[in-house]
């Protein structure tokens, strides 16, 4: 079966399949797999998803001075 969509329902198809899998609560249930197989299948016509949020830096440690005891 084929669909006659133009680029705006598309966009906005792939958009909410692509929506629905990242926010599913069950990433590896049957309908988030179904749902990946058919998100695959636009993937020629995808621009690549942005990067993943980057983490945030680890606070630095810095040297603790020593105690000059004796």
């Known amino acids: 079966m084929r669909f006659d ?5 598309t966009s906005a198809l792939r958009k909410l399949l692509a929506d629905s899998i990242e ?3 069950y990433p ?3 309908r988030v ?3 990946k ?3 695959s299948k636009f993937l020629p ?3 690549p998803l942005p990067p ?3 983490q945030p830096p680890e ?6 001075s020593r105690s000059r005891r004796g």
């Open 5 to 9: 969509l133009n680029e705006e329902e």
């Open 23 to 25: 926010y599913d609560r």
């Open 28 to 30: 590896l249930s049957p």
């Open 33 to 35: 797999q179904t749902l």
């Open 37 to 39: 197989r058919i998100l």
């Open 45 to 47: 016509t995808v621009p």
């Open 52 to 54: 993943a949020r980057p």
């Open 59 to 64: 606070p630095s440690r810095t040297p603790r």
